[in-house]
């Protein structure tokens, strides 16, 4: 089994910042992507960036340019920088992790998410 750990959300003030983190951990083979999704009350959950294990980003547009996602392929962490914080980033941030455990068998694992509050 894999298990997919998120840490760092919080309350912010708008056009602050805040540093997500994401720790995938068990009988990992390989990864084959790391992503960050996000759900607001009343909203379906969305992408917000992910990085494949080659580096390649992909990023939500409402967050180019302000978010930066990163990854430490060693240690199957992936960060998210979030930078000027808007009120409608608000939501519970998910991770995911897709791969394959060591059996060869495909997995796709969440974390239990974390919440992020832009606010003044």
């Known amino acids: 089994q894999v298990q997919v750990v998120e840490s760092g959300g919080g309350l912010v003030q708008p056009g602050g910042s805040l540093r997500l983190s994401c720790a995938a951990s068990g009988s990992i083979f390989s990864i084959v992507a790391m992503g960050w999704y996000r759900q607001a009350p009343g909203k379906q959950r969305e992408l917000v960036a992910d990085?494949?294990?080659?580096?390649?980003?992909n990023y939500a547009v409402s967050v180019k340019g302000r978010f930066t996602i990163s990854r430490t392929n060693a240690k199957n962490t992936v960060y998210l920088q979030m930078n000027n914080l808007k009120p409608e980033d608000t939501a519970v941030y998910y991770c995911?992790?897709?791969?394959?455990?060591?059996?060869?068998?495909?997995?796709?694992?969440w974390g239990q998410g974390t919440q992020v509050t832009v606010s003044s």
């Open positions: 995911n992790a897709a791969g394959y455990e060591t059996t060869l068998k495909r997995f796709d694992s």
């Open positions: 990085i494949t294990s080659g580096g390649s980003t």
